[in-house]
């Protein structure tokens, strides 16, 4: 018996076309152009189609991310639903998985894909990667994995994955620990696991978390702009193991005592920041001073984390306990 697979088309390159007049792509294809690009699905599956929008992923907020959560909640524990895909634009995509990741707690396989050509370029790539969702998808192995990206043949996890080239079809990497499995000859195979997952049962989300890119020389004033500006939360996205220049010191001071949570991620592509430096603007005084680790995340997942804790408390310690009970932060 043929599976069923419930596929959500939000947009992005995979439904793109160039337009003659523009000589730039733009959203063109419905979910029915789209599958028609792959041979004999009917053979291998049956497909219930949502379409959610046509979205370039730009234009996808955190909003969207919760409705489609939403959708996905609605669906998945039908006996007739095997999995869920969700087709989506690259520029945010680990975004939304992170988020969907984060959401939702339950076995079936939820992959997102998308394609980094559009559909009139040579070697369109959405056929392949929404084909190779597909049998991802539909695989038993798949059952447990949490949400996946499914892109080039590779299968990663929503928790990893970055997207790192803004041209190159192998884009989607997940630079600290590889891939979790591949796709091949219509098959999926993982090599490992996922050891520690993280959820947050919320229905809500707080946008306004504000994001800083740290760098030499940088003062406080960006972050009394975010206090100014009502922002509930930040992320310091830091220097190396965990350090800011000293000028910065003043703002995350006064950004705590307005009780809005600071949380502490590295620009370095790997590692997880650590409390290891102890001198002014180091990551032993910043956590001294009551900033929170967040472990080996890049900023921008970081961000969509303490969107959804925010959206179910806005306790300090409990914050803090969400963000680092898994990266053995223990003092």
């Known amino acids: 018996m043929k599976k069923k697979l419930l596929i959500i088309f939000t947009g992005g390159t995979i439904a793109m076309k160039v337009d ?58 039908r006996e007739d639903i095997s999995g869920v895909i969700i087709t989506h634009g690259t520029d945010t995509l680990e975004e939304t998985a992170y988020f969907l990741d984060l959401i939702i707690d339950q076995e079936k396989p939820i992959i997102v894909v998308g394609a980094m050509r559009n559909n009139s370029e040579l070697g369109y790539d959405g056929s392949s990667n929404l084909s190779a969702a ?120 006064r950004a705590i005592a307005n009780n809005i949570p600071i949380v502490m991620v590295s620009r370095c592509h790997t590692g997880r920041v650590l409390d290891t430096y102890g001198y002014q603007g180091g990551g032993k005084h910043l956590r001294d001073l009551g900033v929170i680790l967040g472990g080996n995340l890049p900023g921008h997942k970081a961000r969509i984390q303490l969107m959804l804790i925010l959206g179910k408390t806005n306790n300090l310690s409990t914050i803090k306990d969400l963000f680092e009970k898994d990266n053995l932060y223990t003092n």
């Open 134 to 253: 597909i049998c991802t998808a539909s695989s038993p192995r798949a059952l447990g994995k949490g949400v996946l990206v499914v892109m080039n043949n590779e299968v990663n996890a929503a928790g990893e994955v970055v997207k790192t080239n803004t041209l190159s079809l192998d884009t989607f990497k997940s630079p600290e620990f590889g891939p979790l499995g591949i796709v091949d000859n219509d098959e999926v195979i993982f090599y490992r696991d996922i050891i520690n997952r993280k959820h947050i049962q919320t229905e809500n989300i707080e946008e306004k978390i504000g994001l800083i890119k740290v760098a030499s020389g940088m003062e406080s004033d960006i972050i009394d702009f975010y206090i100014a500006s009502g922002y509930k939360g930040i992320i310091l996205e830091a220097l190396g193991r965990g350090n800011i220049p000293p000028q910065m010191i003043a703002g995350v001071k």
């Open 20 to 77: 003659p007049l523009l000589h730039a792509a733009i959203p063109a294809l419905n979910s029915e152009e789209i599958m028609s690009t792959i041979n004999n699905i009917e053979e291998i599956v049956d497909v219930e189609s949502i379409n959610f929008g046509n979205l370039p992923s730009p234009h996808i907020l955190p909003g969207h991310m919760m409705e489609i959560c939403n959708i996905i909640k609605s669906n998945i524990h």
